[in-house]
């Protein structure tokens, strides 16, 4: 009997194990999902974006056309051959020519979020001159001899499909560098203009970068793959697959962005002041430490440069100008020395002592805890904390 039960337990699983799908098999399936769900998910971010109660801007125009252009590109690559083959026959296949549209959405997405208007003039149109130009010539070759010699050779060579490959990698290196250098210059901007930087995080940039990033790198194994493996519909289905993640990862990111509001760049029109970049007028330098200890204009967490600016009856360059040159600071560091002075002389303060460091802070002109605490260490080298313990001892 004990027999007869191993043997049953033993044909049990055996049947369970049978059962069990293989982990390639899953892995299999769970790619197709994820790939068929990236056709679905695109157009549906599109409607929330666009929305009645959704946040209106330019820069959502940009990125549903782009998530429209990667939804169908997977559609295109899973169902061409199969389901619209009726509308591809009479194209000649150098390359889909809607990838050449995700750099360049990208880019004027990127550039509309910084507040950046992008007008239609033909400086914007050559930036889609690549997909035009793939579209004209899958048009005008379709009526090619496929016997001819040459269109063999480049067929046999897969002289186009590397071409194609060759052409991506180009486009999005080069759009991937320009958003590295916007990215920097607004960084730089901002560490001039505010002296908080909560409400102005680009910490998004950094994720629009390792999305080009990563596409890109797929780009350059996808030309190795061209000219080294053989490809028997892998490339394509990987294609899909890496386009559908790209429309969540993208989606996700879009519904949740706020546009950015840039601070205001306009000059103050006022009678030029002779700044030297390499001798700061002494006088001008003077004037704003006594405005900055006098007036405290730190203690408003939205100071700006611009509004400093104004408050000085000087040009927001001016300004920029003398706080780099006369204090050797840029405005983000200027402002928050003062801030952080002023945190040290409410610490000893009788009337608020009762007050937390949060409220301290909040005080002495700091928006957050995170960026209080980040701030006085850089600049005391203790957490405020421990400075204000060694002050009760």
Same mark, same amino acid.
């Given at each position: 009997?004990?027999?007869?039960?191993?043997?049953?337990?033993?044909?049990?699983?055996?049947?369970?194990?049978?059962?069990?799908?293989?982990?390639?098999?899953?892995?299999?399936?769970?790619?197709?999902?994820?790939?068929?769900?990236?056709?679905?998910?695109?157009?549906?971010?599109?409607?929330?974006?666009?929305?009645?109660?959704?946040?209106?801007?330019?820069?959502?125009?940009?990125?549903?056309?782009?998530?429209?252009?990667?939804?169908?590109?997977?559609?295109?690559?899973?169902?061409?051959?199969?389901?619209?083959?009726?509308?591809?026959?009479?194209?000649?296949?150098?390359?889909?020519?809607?990838?050449?549209?995700?750099?360049?959405?990208?880019?004027?997405?990127?550039?509309?979020?910084?507040?950046?208007?992008?007008?239609?003039?033909?400086?914007?149109?050559?930036?889609?001159?690549?997909?035009?130009?793939?579209?004209?010539?899958?048009?005008?070759?379709?009526?090619?001899?496929?016997?001819?010699?040459?269109?063999?050779?480049?067929?046999?060579?897969?002289?186009?499909?590397?071409?194609?490959?060759?052409?991506?990698?180009?486009?999005?290196?080069?759009?991937?560098?320009?958003?590295?250098?916007?990215?920097?210059?607004?960084?730089?901007?901002?560490?001039?203009?505010?002296?908080?930087?909560?409400?102005?995080?680009?910490?998004?940039?950094?994720?629009?970068?390792?999305?080009?990033?990563?596409?890109?790198?797929?780009?350059?194994?996808?030309?190795?793959?061209?000219?080294?493996? *053989?490809?028997?519909?892998?490339?394509?289905?990987?294609? +899909?697959?890496?386009? &559908?993640? !790209?429309? $969540?990862? =993208?989606?996700? %990111?879009?519904?949740?962005?706020?546009?950015?509001?840039?601070?205001?760049?306009?000059?103050?029109?006022?009678?030029?002041?002779?700044?030297?970049?390499?001798?700061?007028?002494?006088?001008?330098?003077?004037?704003?430490?006594?405005?900055?200890?006098?007036?405290?204009?730190?203690?408003?967490?939205?100071?700006?440069?611009?509004?400093?600016?104004?408050?000085?009856?000087?040009?927001?360059?001016?300004?920029?100008?003398?706080?780099?040159?006369?204090?050797?600071?840029?405005?983000?560091?200027?402002?928050?020395?003062?801030?952080?002075?002023?945190?040290?002389?409410?610490?000893?303060?009788?009337?608020?002592? *009762?007050?937390?460091?949060?409220?301290?802070?909040?005080? +002495?002109?700091?928006? &957050?805890? !995170?960026? $209080?605490? =980040?701030?006085? %260490?850089?600049?005391?080298?203790?957490?405020?904390?421990?400075?204000?313990?060694?002050?009760?001892?």
């Amino acid at each position: 009997m004990w027999t007869s039960f191993k043997v049953a337990k033993y044909r049990f699983g055996l049947n369970l194990y049978s059962n069990v799908l293989p982990l390639s098999s899953f892995i299999n399936q769970l790619s197709l999902i994820l790939t068929f769900a990236g056709i679905a998910v695109g157009p549906f971010v599109v409607l929330l974006l666009n929305s009645k109660g959704g946040a209106k801007s330019r820069a959502r125009v940009f990125l549903s056309v782009l998530l429209i252009s990667l939804s169908f590109s997977i559609a295109h690559i899973l169902f061409a051959g199969a389901v619209i083959d009726h509308l591809t026959t009479e194209v000649y296949s150098l390359g889909d020519p809607t990838f050449l549209l995700i750099a360049p959405l990208l880019w004027f997405y990127i550039k509309e979020l910084t507040g950046e208007q992008i007008r239609l003039s033909l400086n914007v149109i050559l930036h889609f001159l690549p997909f035009l130009l793939m579209i004209f010539f899958s048009l005008t070759l379709r009526s090619t001899d496929p016997h001819n010699q040459f269109m063999e050779i480049l067929n046999q060579n897969n002289v186009i499909k590397v071409g194609f490959w060759i052409l991506l990698l180009v486009q999005f290196s080069w759009y991937q560098l320009m958003t590295r250098e916007k990215w920097v210059r607004y960084e730089t901007f901002i560490q001039q203009e505010v002296s908080n930087k909560e409400g102005v995080d680009i910490s998004w940039v950094r994720f629009f970068l390792m999305v080009f990033l990563l596409i890109n790198i797929y780009f350059l194994f996808s030309l190795f793959a061209t000219i080294h493996l *053989n490809n028997d519909g892998w490339l394509e289905r990987t294609t +899909a697959l890496i386009f &559908s993640l !790209s429309v $969540f990862a =993208l989606g996700y %990111k879009g519904i949740l962005q706020k546009e950015i509001v840039q601070p205001e760049r306009e000059e103050i029109d006022t009678p030029p002041v002779n700044v030297s970049t390499s001798k700061p007028d002494q006088e001008l330098v003077t004037r704003l430490i006594v405005h900055m200890t006098e007036k405290k204009p730190y203690l408003d967490a939205e100071l700006t440069l611009s509004g400093l600016a104004k408050d000085l009856s000087l040009s927001r360059s001016q300004l920029s100008i003398l706080i780099n040159e006369g204090t050797g600071d840029n405005f983000y560091d200027f402002v928050n020395k003062y801030r952080v002075e002023e945190v040290k002389r409410l610490m000893t303060d009788p009337q608020v002592k *009762n007050y937390n460091l949060l409220g301290i802070a909040l005080e +002495a002109g700091f928006k &957050s805890k !995170s960026t $209080f605490n =980040l701030i006085f %260490k850089r600049f005391t080298g203790l957490t405020p904390t421990e400075y204000r313990k060694n002050l009760s001892s």
